[in-house]
Structures are given as structure tokens and as C-alpha cells.
């Protein structure tokens, strides 16, 4: 494996990791293969509100499922959206009594703000405690921050600023200082690779699957809308699928025959410690590469290359505030290789707990969300912050 993919699939922005395998290259030539279904699914599966709340001119488009209990406050990875928690938050909700608020951060998914590119960590911060102010005034129910990724960077501003007076808990997903920093210099590359843009949604949502972004093709159906915009309206996919045409099934040996499939190279080479090498090759449909602009139906939400002078300012010195945060804290990561220095003496001072989810991406809630909702509806019964329901049991304990 290259340099470059070693650092990609340790990024941190945007939350983006090849898979692992998607079978051989010779079982797609040899096989009829399955057909695989990639139409879009809608929010309303798996919440039960979504709302547009307003502060200071800004319209922030949040998603809610849960009625008592701790207040989840869920915080999205760069270029993703609120639906990214789609599965974890129907999963969380009948683990432990709790709710669930899902918010598109600012120049992401369908959030509206006066001014798109200033996602620095103080402003998005800012903007987390001025919506869970707005909705519930001076009377806040206790509030669990969660973020993956950029979102957990965010978590942790927000949570050290004090910006959340009820705030009791904080949980960061798969993101670490020292490997964030050192991944942004790949970073600029790696986005550049991605398609332009999508001719379907179901286009867009292989892409997510056969990329590795995700893992999970249902969270990939309700997330991905999500991520990317439709070119003409300018409004984000999710507003087109109650009115959507699917373009059907895909079945995968007439796209491979084709070329209409982002087709995944996966060569594996077992290392004498019984680690997998991998190293992944994509072929961009013959349909992104047509250079009439009409039959791009679908581009990037965001485009993260231009955020690139914010980077730093989400990452740089996140471990030390982390470990400072005054609250009982949780770190999930998709691999042990990912904690730094200071998060490693800090474990070992039980300033935290930690639990690795091994065999996912770094789209960790989205590959996992059942082993995620496990993990975190533990640490709430522990911490005595929710009541489980009754048919919840509590997962290994977290180191």
C-alpha cells in the first residue's frame, strides 16, 4: 500500500475510507452477480420531525426522533449531513430512553446560513449552542454531545467553550489530533479523485458503497441524498425523492459489461502479523466522464477543497482539549493506530473511555450503527444519564 492510501484511509476530513474488499475481480467477470438496489430512502424512516430553526438570519435545518430523556446532540463529518445518523439514532432510541437532535451544520445538507464559508470551529461551535439555546430557551434537558469526525472536533470546541450549560456527556467519533493533522496534506488530492458529480441518485449512492465511503447500503440510501445537490434547482437531493423516477435496479454484470458501475479493484496481500494490505483502483462510470454538462444531475453539496484553510483550526490542539473537557467522555475509533500521544497517557490516567470497533470504515456510526448505539447507550446507563429499556443489554465494558 502507497503512502498516500495509508494517509487516506487515516483521514479525517473528508469522512471518507476505501473498503476493505468487494469481492474479487475475477468472481465479477466469472459471476452473474446480484442485483443490488441503490434507490434513495427518505428521512422520515428514521425520525420522526425534521425542523428549520432560526438564529441571527441563519435557517439550520435539524432532525429529531425521541420525546424524554438526555438530549443526543448529533454532530455530522465534513461534506456529510444530519441524515448520516439516520440508522444510529433509530437504534440509540430503543436501546436507552433518550432523544435524538441530528443538525446540518453550517454549508452542509439544508442548512441556510448568511454566510457559507465560515465553517471555522469557533463559528460552528457557536452555531450548536445557538440552536440548542433557541429551541429549548433557559430550560435545556440534558445534553450528550456526539460527533464523528470534523463533527467531533466541533463536539469538543462546543463542549470546552461552555457553550452548553447542561451539557453532561461528550462522545467523539474516530477522530485524533495527531493523525487528523497529518492526513490534511493528502487531502487536496484525495478530493480532487472523487467524481464531479452523478447522473442519478442511484449513481451517487453506488458510488458511496462501491467507494468504500460507506459500508452500510442502508445508511448509504438515506445519507448520500444528503451529501449532494441537484444542478439545476440547486437544492439539496433529499428534496427530490418524494417526486424521484428510480432509475431501477442495478444489476451489477450488465453495469460491469457496460461500464455504467464504479467498479472497485481490491487486491489483499496478508502481512506476517495477519493484517490485510489493500489497494484499491476506481473506474468512473463512463457516464461521469461525458463532458455534456446536461446529464450532470447531481453535484457536491459543499465543495470541501475550498474549506482547506480551516482544517487546522479543527484539529490543531484537540487532543489536550479534549482530555480537558470537564464532562465524562467517550472516544470511539475505528483502530488503535489512530490514538496520538497525549490521548494515550491520557487513557491510561482513565480521563476516558475507549472502545475500538475493528472491520469498519471511518464512517464508524454508519458502517455499525447497531455496535455504536451499543457502545454509547452502555456509557449512558453507566454514567447513569439514561434508563434503558427493557430489552436492552449492556455491551463489554469500554477500556
Known amino acids: 500500500m502507497s503512502t498516500l492510501q495509508k494517509t487516506i ?27 443490488r438496489d441503490y434507490t434513495p430512502v427518505q428521512w422520515s424512516r428514521y425520525f420522526s420531525e425534521r425542523r428549520d430553526v432560526a438564529v441571527d438570519g441563519n435557517q439550520f435545518r435539524v432532525y429529531c426522533l425521541g420525546d424524554s430523556g438526555p438530549l443526543l446532540v448529533l454532530l455530522h463529518g465534513g461534506g456529510f449531513s444530519a441524515l448520516t445518523w439516520a440508522l444510529f439514532s433509530s437504534s440509540v432510541t430503543s436501546m436507552v430512553g433518550c432523544q435524538v437532535l441530528a443538525i446540518d451544520l453550517r454549508g452542509h445538507g439544508d442548512t441556510i446560513t448568511t454566510n457559507e464559508e465560515d465553517l471555522s470551529a469557533e463559528t460552528m461551535a457557536r452555531d450548536v449552542g445557538d440552536i440548542v439555546r433557541t429551541l429549548y430557551d433557559s430550560d435545556p434537558p440534558p445534553v450528550i454531545l456526539i460527533g464523528h469526525s470534523m463533527g467531533g472536533a466541533i463536539a469538543v470546541h462546543t463542549a470546552s467553550a461552555n457553550l452548553i450549560p447542561s451539557l453532561i456527556g461528550l462522545a467523539v467519533i474516530d477522530v485524533v489530533e495527531g493523525t487528523a493533522l497529518d492526513a490534511l496534506a493528502s487531502m487536496q488530492s484525495f478530493l480532487r ?24 447500503i442502508e445508511s448509504a440510501k438515506v445519507s448520500m441524498p444528503g451529501q449532494i445537490k441537484n444542478s439545476k434547482s440547486g437544492k439539496l437531493a433529499t428534496n427530490d425523492i418524494d417526486t424521484y423516477v428510480p432509475v431501477g435496479q442495478v444489476d451489477e454484470r450488465q453495469s460491469a459489461l457496460s461500464g455504467d458501475a464504479i467498479w472497485e479493484e481490491v ?21 461521469l466522464a461525458d463532458k455534456d ?3 450532470w444531475r447531481y453535484v457536491w453539496r459543499i465543495d470541501l477543497g475550498q474549506t482547506e484553510k480551516h482544517w487546522s483550526g479543527w ?19 475505528a483502530g488503535i493506530d489512530r490514538l496520538d500521544k497525549d490521548l494515550t497517557v491520557g487513557q491510561m490516567q482513565g480521563k476516558f473511555q475507549m472502545q475500538v470497533l475493528p ?41
Open 359 to 399: 472491520q469498519c470504515g471511518h464512517a464508524v456510526h454508519e458502517d455499525v450503527p447497531d455496535k455504536v448505539a451499543e457502545v454509547l447507550a452502555t456509557f449512558m446507563v453507566r454514567h447513569k444519564f439514561a434508563e434503558p429499556e427493557s430489552s436492552f443489554e449492556r455491551t463489554f465494558p469500554a477500556c
Open 9 to 35: 484511509l487515516k483521514a479525517k476530513l473528508p469522512p471518507v475510507v476505501p473498503v476493505a474488499s468487494l469481492g474479487s475481480r475475477g468472481a465479477r467477470r466469472s459471476g452473474f452477480g446480484k442485483k
Open 315 to 333: 484539529f490543531k490542539g484537540l487532543s489536550n482539549t479534549f482530555l480537558n473537557c470537564p464532562v465524562p467522555k467517550m472516544l470511539l475509533l
Open 193 to 216: 479523485g472523487r467524481p464531479t458529480h452523478f447522473t442519478s441518485l442511484e449513481n451517487a449512492i453506488e458510488w458511496c458503497i462501491r467507494s468504500g465511503q460507506v459500508r452500510n
Open 293 to 295: 454538462s446536461q446529464t
Open 267 to 287: 487486491i489483499e496481500a496478508s502481512n506476517s502479523e495477519g493484517h490485510t494490505a489493500v489497494a484499491d483502483v476506481f473506474k468512473h462510470p463512463s457516464a
